[in-house]
Structures are given as structure tokens and as C-alpha cells.
């Protein structure tokens, strides 16, 4: 089945520095990759997703990379404010719709 | 803006009860599925349901586990016989297939959290 391991398990960052989240995976079926952010008692919410066909998406602050040959993407959060402190998963799938997600990256901005 | 709601949402139960575990999907949303996540773990899938059949289950999701769609807006999740290691936080989500078979993006809800005594 479709594994995918995420790094780091914890981030500190100072409030307006940038912060990166890396997922590697190992299935080469592997088509669609989203991120979701998980706040403290709440359900994964979805803040962006990539499919295999473009290596990049933006939105606003938030942006994704993808190398299909290297088999990793990375979640790239710029200009960091103290609401994006969070748990961050990455997720993806292929051939089957189940999401297989990231062990998750506990995210803390420092004011 | 629609988004997927979960009832109730903390429910307590002694070994060997059942539960069931309800979610009200998007309104125009096909495909339906369960997750849970253990205390301090990653997400784990459990079933997807699509036309009133299930499509996809994991290994997790034994005979213990059953799902279905009573109506025409709800889904729910039953656990027959409940063990310890059920206690989890439980969500449920929804997706509306995208054209050309592209995996569909899947909205969760707020969760259950299921406490097993």
C-alpha cells in the first residue's frame, strides 16, 4: 500500500519567518497530494492540494511543491503569523481514493 | 459555506456496547468515508461508501465495523461490540467526484471522539 513519511515531527518558527514541511513517498501511482491543518480538538481542514500534473501551486502565503521523480512534495508557508501554529498533515493518493496521510508536523509560531 | 457536521461529539460507552457514530455530509457530495485518529497518531482510514455500497475499507475496518446511509443526508458508523483500543477520535468525510476520474478533494468534519471505558 501507498506510505508516505513526513518531516519534521515539530517546528518552531519566529513569527514572520517562512516555514517548510516535507513529505516523501514511495508509490509511483501516487497522483494527488493535499495538506490539511488540524487545530487543537478539531477535523483536518484542507488549506491546499496538488495533483501530479504541475510541480507548483500558490495561494496567497501557502504554496506546494511536487518532484514526482524524486517521489516528495513540501508545504511552504511564508510570512508566518501566530494562527498558522498548528498540526499540518500531508496526505496523498492514487489508484484508490483513501487518503494515506503523514504522521503530522506540529507547527509553532513564536510571536 | 456547506461543510460535513458529526453527532454528537464526544460519546462515552462501556466495553462491549455499541455505538453509532453519525455525519451529516455536503448536500451535493457522492462519495462518503470514515477516518479515525488515535490520540497523538496520524489519520487513519477506514471505509468509503459510493452508491449505497461500500467501495473501499482498510484493514481496520473489520466485522466489528458497519456503515450506511439511512437517508437521504445522513451516514453513520457502527461499532457492535466496542473494545479499548476503539477509543479514538472518529471523522467522517465527503468529496464530490471530479470529471476525468482526478481524485476528488475531501472535506472532514469536526469528529466524534469516541471514549471506550
Known amino acids: 500500500g501507498e506510505n508516505v513519511e513526513q518531516h519534521p515531527s515539530t517546528l518552531s518558527v519566529q513569527e514572520g519567518d517562512s516555514a517548510v514541511i516535507k513529505c516523501t513517498y514511495s508509490?509511483?501511482?501516487?497522483?494527488?497530494f493535499p495538506w490539511y491543518k488540524q487545530e487543537l480538538g478539531k477535523g483536518p481542514q484542507l488549506i491546499i492540494d496538488?495533483?501530479?500534473?504541475?510541480g507548483e501551486k500558490k495561494d496567497q502565503r501557502i504554496a506546494v511543491t511536487l518532484n514526482k521523480t524524486a517521489k516528495h512534495f513540501s508545504l511552504h508557508i511564508t510570512e508566518t503569523q501566530p494562527e498558522d501554529s498548528a498540526v499540518y498533515f500531508c496526505?496523498?493518493?492514487?489508484?484508490?481514493?483513501?487518503?494515506?496521510f503523514g504522521s503530522g508536523t506540529q507547527l509553532t509560531v513564536l510571536p | 459555506e456547506p461543510e460535513v457536521t458529526q453527532t454528537p461529539s464526544h460519546q462515552v460507552t462501556q466495553m462491549g456496547q455499541e455505538v453509532i457514530l453519525r455525519c451529516v455530509p455536503i448536500?451535493?457530495?457522492?462519495?462518503f468515508y470514515w477516518y479515525r485518529q488515535i490520540l497523538g497518531q496520524k489519520v487513519e482510514f477506514l471505509v468509503s461508501?459510493?452508491?449505497?455500497?461500500?467501495?473501499?475499507k482498510s484493514e481496520i475496518f473489520d466485522d466489528q465495523f458497519s456503515v450506511e446511509r439511512p437517508d437521504g443526508s445522513n451516514f453513520t458508523l457502527k461499532i457492535r461490540s466496542t473494545k479499548l483500543e476503539d477509543s479514538a477520535m472518529y471523522f467522517c468525510?465527503?468529496?464530490?467526484?471530479?470529471?476525468?476520474?482526478?481524485?476528488?478533494?475531501?472535506?472532514f468534519g469536526p469528529g466524534t471522539r469516541l471514549t471506550v471505558l
Open positions: 496526505a496523498l493518493s492514487g489508484s484508490a481514493r483513501q487518503l494515506t
Open positions: 496538488i495533483r501530479s500534473n504541475v
Open positions: 508509490d509511483s501511482a501516487s497522483n494527488y
Open positions: 461508501f459510493y452508491n449505497n455500497e461500500i467501495s473501499e
Open positions: 448536500s451535493n457530495h457522492l462519495y
Open positions: 468525510a465527503s468529496s464530490f467526484p471530479l470529471a476525468g476520474g482526478s481524485t476528488d478533494t475531501q472535506y
